[in-house]
């Protein structure tokens, strides 16, 4: 079965370093995502992601934030210069055109120290 | 502003029984809802998407339904197995283009052996 490979597992930064976060999502998928999950609360949209622009963005993805599909294959999450809130879980997702749910991948830890 | 609600936040049951988790919504312009696993620590594992049409979709010992105007879902877990034990969360999926998912917090299931 087609998967969202994401990379790296866990990432430790610290505070006011750049970390860019990788994703392979599926290839014949239209539409990409980014949604993070600090411990302890829900999971939150980030960004979306279709046609080589976005598509919507969330309150949360301020400047600090940028994605890119730089090759038509991977897909980037930036982060600028992290601060301790940005500790979370980070999702990366993708999604055809048409009735189908989401596959995700398994995930970056990110951790700002 | 849609707004994701799970009831309980938290159970434990001892192995064999029948469960019911609830999922609430307060806005029943949705695509889809999807059903998801988390264990801890780790990634979203897609367990059942039901389309705003449907009322109900099952997986071996999973059951979901949807109840649209009333702003409801429920899982029902069959035959409860310690195995089950995990974060069982719900997401709804958006009307729009972009279909983003908003999520509940979680019912945390343990299973006893």
């Known amino acids: 079965e087609p998967e969202v490979t994401q990379t790296p597992s866990h990432q430790v930064t610290q505070m006011g370093q750049e970390v860019i976060l990788r994703c392979v999502p599926i290839?014949?998928?239209?539409?990409f995502y980014w949604y993070r999950q600090i411990l302890g609360q829900k999971v939150e949209f980030l960004v979306s992601?279709?046609?080589?622009?976005?598509?919507?963005k969330s309150e949360i993805f301020d400047d600090q934030f940028s994605v890119e599909r730089p090759d038509g294959s991977n897909f980037t999450l930036k982060i600028r210069s992290t601060k301790l809130e940005d500790s979370a879980m980070y999702f990366c997702a993708s999604n055809t055109q048409g009735p189908w749910g989401y596959t995700f991948g398994s995930g970056t830890r990110l951790t700002v120290v | 502003k849609q707004e994701v609600t799970q009831i309980p936040a938290a159970l434990s049951v001892p192995e064999g029984e029948n469960l019911v988790l609830n999922c609430s919504f307060t806005d029943s312009a949705i695509y889809n809802l999807q059903w998801f696993r988390q264990d801890p620590g780790k990634g979203l594992t897609s367990l059942l998407l039901i389309q705003s049409s449907q009322r109900e979709q099952t997986s071996g010992r999973l059951n979901a339904s949807l109840d649209k105007s009333s702003g409801r879902s429920t899982l029902y877990i069959a035959a409860s197995q310690p195995g089950d034990s995990a974060t069982y969360l719900c997401?709804?999926?958006?009307?729009?283009?972009?279909?983003?998912?908003?999520w509940g917090l979680g019912t945390s299931l343990a299973v006893n052996p």
């Open positions: 290839s014949n998928h239209l539409y």
């Open positions: 997401a709804v999926g958006g009307a729009g283009n972009n279909r983003k998912l908003i």
């Open positions: 992601f279709y046609n080589n622009e976005i598509s919507e």
